[in-house]
């Protein structure tokens, strides 16, 4: 079993940046993918970023394009999002996930989740 804990949300004021953490631990695959997800109240959970096991593929969502970064640090079993320029609209809870592979997926079918962490913006 693999156990992701996310960290580093937040409020903030619109315009200003956070960073997600979410560390892995436990009996973690040779090589996995791992994505950030969020859901907004009353909408369903959607795709952020996702990153590849050596960091070389990146994906993102068109919504975050260009004000956000994931990273990952395999040292750690630590996965980052970096987050710029932050509006109301990212007002979300975030997801950790993992997914076993090397195949980066924008739909939410991974194998392990986090319990998500709090991100809100004020206008």
């Known amino acids: 079993q693999v156990q992701l804990v996310e960290s580093g949300g937040g409020l903030v004021q619109a315009g200003g940046s956070l960073r997600l953490s979410c560390a892995a631990s436990?009996?973690?695959?040779?090589?996995?993918?791992m994505a950030w997800f969020r859901q907004a109240p009353g909408k369903e959970r959607e795709f952020v970023a996702a990153?590849?096991?050596?960091?070389?593929?990146?994906a993102y969502a068109d919504s975050v394009k260009g004000r956000v970064t994931i990273s990952r640090d395999n040292a750690k079993n630590t996965v980052y999002l970096q987050m710029n320029s932050l509006n109301p609209e990212d007002t979300a809870v975030y997801y950790c996930?993992?997914?076993?592979?090397?195949?980066?997926?924008?739909?939410?079918?991974?194998?392990?989740w986090g319990r998500g962490s709090q991100v809100t913006v004020s206008s």
């Open positions: 996930a993992a997914r076993q592979g090397v195949a980066i997926r924008h739909t939410p079918d991974y194998d392990y």
């Open positions: 436990g009996r973690t695959p040779s090589s996995y993918v």
């Open positions: 990153i590849s096991w050596s960091g070389g593929s990146t």
